[in-house]
């Protein structure tokens, strides 16, 4: 192949190149890495889900962006950010993390009253983090493994341990309360499509950027969904895992360095691949999409 590459033939270097890409694709759908096994299944669910959003929840997404004013879309976000706080409340107290499970409730109580119910973020502009916390993490917390990577459908990447976690997730949204029902279906699309405005950018970057998006997204999900359960604390993954984790697994990150040239799309996929994710989005829509303001 390398001797194809170099003859000035335009066209058969396009071949080559196919082919390479070609023979990658196929070896990697075999499912030998550890964290994937179900590489081809997931594969195929990743297709699936971003046919249903290019197809569907991509251009209603960039409709929105288009005619919605921004301050509306950040009060869109803020309000259901406020709602996500009470979650990453509890998982953050289940967590022990006590000082961050209390500023979880002060943010709550801030933007539900002054911030008129969520639609301005006051608790950021008073200086206190806001955090995202799920079941996932705090079972992760608390050493259990993540299990193999997973796409689920319309709902995007996921792991079996994040799966299990999932049903809790769902019945820790307060949203999932909120009556008539009408009023609460209409503001559950509109969640889905705001979270997926909000990553129009960093998803046209990711899908110029990425040779395989699969695996892109893959492998940055893997490595920001572990950094979110440890907190960024590598010091204590590495205490952590001799302990728990039985696996030969080393992250694919910290093996292959990304080129230069796909470090910002690299950067904007690991921050908004591993959070809550509702729908497909490119495989990528998260509930902290947007800062909150």
């Known amino acids: 192949m390398s001797e194809s590459t170099k003859k000035p033939q335009g066209s058969l270097a396009r071949i080559s190149l196919a082919l390479a890409i070609a023979a990658s694709v196929s070896a990697c759908a075999t499912g030998t890495n550890p964290r994937d096994p179900l590489e081809g299944y997931n594969r195929a669910m990743f297709k699936f889900n971003d046919t249903v959003d290019q197809v569907a929840l991509k251009p209603v997404a960039t409709a929105y962006k288009t005619v919605t004013p921004s301050f509306v879309q950040t009060g869109v976000g803020n309000f259901f950010g ?64 993540s299990g193999p990577y997973v796409m689920l459908p319309l709902l995007g990447p996921s792991t079996v341990r994040d799966t299990v976690a999932l049903p809790l997730d769902i019945a820790g949204d307060p949203w999932r309360y909120k009556d008539p029902v009408n009023v609460r279906n209409i503001g559950t699309v509109t969640r889905v499509v705001d979270k ?92 902290e999409a947007r800062p909150q303001e």
């Open 82 to 145: 406020n709602l996500a706080d009470v979650w990453s409340a509890v998982n953050n107290l289940l967590q022990g993390k006590g000082e961050a499970g209390l500023q979880d409730v002060v943010r709550v109580s801030m933007n539900s009253t002054f911030g008129i119910l969520g639609l301005i973020d006051i608790a950021s502009q008073a200086g206190i983090p806001k955090h995202n916390e799920d079941f996932g993490q705090t079972l992760g917390w608390y050493g259990v493994q």
């Open 196 to 287: 997926r405005a909000a990553l129009l950018d960093a998803t046209n970057l990711m899908e110029a950027a990425a040779l395989d998006r699969y695996e892109f997204i893959r492998d940055g999900f893997l490595q920001a969904r572990e950094s979110k359960v440890f907190d960024g604390d590598t010091d204590r993954r590495d205490r952590k895992v001799p302990k728990n984790d039985t696996s030969d697994y080393e992250p694919e990150y910290e093996a292959k360095p990304q080129a230069a040239n796909d470090a910002p799309a690299a950067t904007a996929a690991a921050e908004v691949a591993p959070a809550d994710l509702v729908t497909s989005g490119s495989n990528t829509v998260a509930s």
